[in-house]
């Protein structure tokens, strides 16, 4: 129901945007989260918007180069990464939840198949 796109191979300074595109319900009245996950490490929380007046929360580790935002309209979120770092290397998925605000996996209950996002040094 969620699928995500936009990952590909940048090189370090760079930018590229993620979208998530929802199909088969609407996530409107949900939050939309993007999360990470580098080879050998665990999943980490990037950013998150609420519904609504969409209220976003970031990962310190992104805050001042990643900006998330959604579309309701074409039920999409998406994830403009700017200024990109080798440490940005990861499998990025889009995820959804009724917590406002949340970083935490285990409150989301759909999760999209991630994109490949590589940054050469």
């Known amino acids: 129901q969620l699928q995500a796109s936009g990952g590909g191979l940048v090189q370090a300074g760079g930018s590229l945007r993620l979208s998530c595109a929802a199909a088969?319900?609407?996530?409107?009245?949900?939050?939309m989260g993007w999360f990470r996950q580098a080879a050998g490490k665990e999943r980490e929380f990037v950013a998150v918007?609420?519904?609504?007046?969409?209220?976003?929360y970031y990962a310190d580790s992104v805050k001042g180069r990643f900006t998330i935002s959604r579309d309701n309209a074409k039920n999409t979120v998406y994830l403009q990464m700017n200024s990109l770092k080798a440490e940005d290397t990861a499998v990025y998925c889009c995820?959804?939840?009724?917590?406002?605000?949340?970083?935490?996996?285990?409150?989301?209950?759909?999760w999209g198949q991630g994109t490949q996002v590589t940054v050469s040094s």
């Open positions: 995820a959804a939840t009724r917590v406002a605000g949340t970083g935490d996996p285990n409150d989301y209950n759909y």
């Open positions: 918007i609420n519904w609504g007046a969409g209220s976003t």
């Open positions: 088969g319900r609407t996530f409107s009245r949900y939050a």
